[in-house]
């Protein structure tokens, strides 16, 4: 079946850097979005990309979804110690019933 | 207001004990949706209900048992709790319907511990 997959769990940065991480999955994806959990938090939603080669900004993040639709990637300028937190991708899987699939998620943490 | 709401928050119970938790949202969505984060933090869909009628059942085993009474409310019950059912419990909702192309928004949790 569809997964997306996020690699690595785990990412330690200096307050101050900038930060990538990247999502993939294995069939293309009508849509993908982006989660963001907080320690002891729940996932509250990001943002969805849905074009080829989508752009989006919020403020320090940028999400770009793939051109063949197949991956996506969250860049963060210039982290900060509010950053931290663990990131999901999330797709649709298309079988009879479409259900949002969850990556593994990156947990990033940022030295103050 | 709290758009999507779960109750209890923590809940420590005996091997081989019944719990429910209950949700409820808000936000007049259709969809509704219990998932399962373990302690890997991995987020796992457990059930979906799109106007209280059942669309996904994943692999779950049979001693959970989702309720919808109304499309505002979807209930979890537990039957003899085991040591793997521990785990943090996520009630969410979206407007997608059917297609999971709408965002989640998810309660505060329900984090389960069985001893």
């Known amino acids: 079946g569809q997964q997306v997959m996020q690699i690595p769990q785990y990412q330690h940065v200096q307050e101050g850097e900038d930060f990538t991480t990247y999502c993939n999955s294995s069939?293309?994806?009508?849509?993908i979005q982006w989660y963001k959990q907080r320690p002891g938090g729940h996932p509250v939603f990001l943002i969805q990309?849905?074009?080829?080669?989508e752009v989006k900004k919020q403020k320090r993040l940028t999400f770009q979804f793939g051109e063949a639709k197949k991956n996506s990637s969250l860049h963060i300028t210039a982290t900060q110690t509010t950053d931290v937190g663990t990131y999901f991708c999330a797709g649709p899987w298309r079988g009879a019933n479409s259900k949002l699939t969850f990556g593994k998620g990156i947990t990033l943490s940022v030295r103050p | 207001d709290t758009a999507v709401s779960q109750t209890p928050k923590y809940l420590v119970t005996q091997m081989g004990n019944d719990k429910s938790i209950k949700c409820e949202q808000n936000l007049g969505h259709d969809t509704m949706y219990w998932y399962k984060q373990d302690s890997k933090k991995f987020l796992k869909i457990m059930f979906s209900?799109?106007?209280?009628?059942?669309?996904i059942n994943e692999t779950v085993p049979n001693r959970f048992s989702p309720k919808s009474p109304d499309k505002a409310h979807l209930n979890l019950h537990i039957n003899s709790l085991e040591l793997g059912d521990s785990a943090v419990y996520f009630c969410?909702?979206?407007?997608?319907?059917?297609?999971?192309?709408?965002?989640?928004?998810f309660g505060e949790g329900s984090r389960l511990t069985v001893l």
């Open positions: 969410a909702s979206s407007q997608g319907g059917r297609r999971a192309d709408g965002e989640l928004f």
């Open positions: 209900y799109n106007n209280k009628e059942l669309i």
């Open positions: 069939t293309t994806l009508s849509n």
């Open positions: 990309l849905v074009k080829s080669g």
